[in-house]
């Protein structure tokens, strides 16, 4: 299994442009998400589904969109891109135990490097 | 209060050292606690689970002080691939919600 993959590995923007981050997993799990992580700063989370057709807003969510259209797929949009948005971007996946229990093992994507210039 | 708190480090250590890190966290109701392991530029991976009566996975022991509300992670006899940022995420109080990430604590462990 390849587990969770993020494509791409790296990417320049210039200030205006817009991309499409994508992720995918092969795990069948329900619940995906999007972190960004800035250096020196834990992660924040920036949306989150828990199945196909759902999906959230977390921590930092402006500048960004997400869709879910299938359980694998879960692309990160960034419409008009800003120095602000520089960072690594981390997708992970899980599938919780039981409903009222909390994720306890995600599994995170390698990460995509983005500098907005 | 910041809601997952940790000292940065680095921690320096020589091999075969015993080092711990704490993590206090803000909200009285968190359910779950757990420690992940960053290396360099890599993504995050689940290190070891936090149970109340805390638990042990070969050299690393984790401690839940709820009435204090901070958690701990014990390392002994560390190898110099123990060297990481490690990472103390705390879970909501009920049902599905999200995790929430400490910014990492940072051990660099020396010949």
């Known amino acids: 299994n390849a587990g969770v993959t993020q494509t791409p590995k790296f990417r320049i923007l210039k200030i205006g442009q817009s991309m499409t981050l994508q992720c995918t997993q092969d795990m069948n799990h329900n619940y995906m998400y999007w972190y960004r992580q800035d250096p020196g700063m834990g992660l924040k989370l920036i949306y989150y589904s828990v199945g196909a057709g759902i999906t959230d807003k977390g921590e930092v969510p402006n500048g960004y969109n997400v869709s879910r259209s299938t359980t694998e797929d879960f692309p990160l949009r960034l419409e008009l891109a800003a120095p602000s948005q520089t960072s690594v971007y981390f997708c992970?996946?899980?599938?919780?135990?039981?409903?009222?229990?909390?994720?306890?093992?995600?599994?995170f994507g390698s990460g995509t490097q983005l500098s907005v210039l | 209060r910041k809601e997952v708190e940790q000292d940065p480090g680095p921690f320096n250590v020589p091999e075969g050292a015993t080092v711990a890190f704490n993590c206090t966290y803000s909200n009285s109701a968190s359910q779950s606690f757990f420690w992940y392991r960053q290396d360099c530029r890599k993504e995050p991976k689940l290190l070891m689970s936090v149970y109340s009566s805390g638990n042990e996975d070969g050299r690393f022991t984790a401690q839940l002080n709820r009435a204090s509300q901070y958690i701990s992670l014990l390392i002994r006899d560390s190898k110099l691939s123990d060297s990481a940022t490690y990472l103390c995420?705390?879970?909501?109080?009920?049902?599905?919600?999200?995790?929430?990430f400490g910014k990492g604590t940072m051990l660099l462990v020396s010949p």
């Open positions: 995420v705390v879970g909501p109080p009920r049902g599905y919600s999200t995790l929430t």
């Open positions: 992970a996946s899980s599938s919780p135990a039981g409903r009222q229990k909390p994720n306890e093992k995600l599994f």
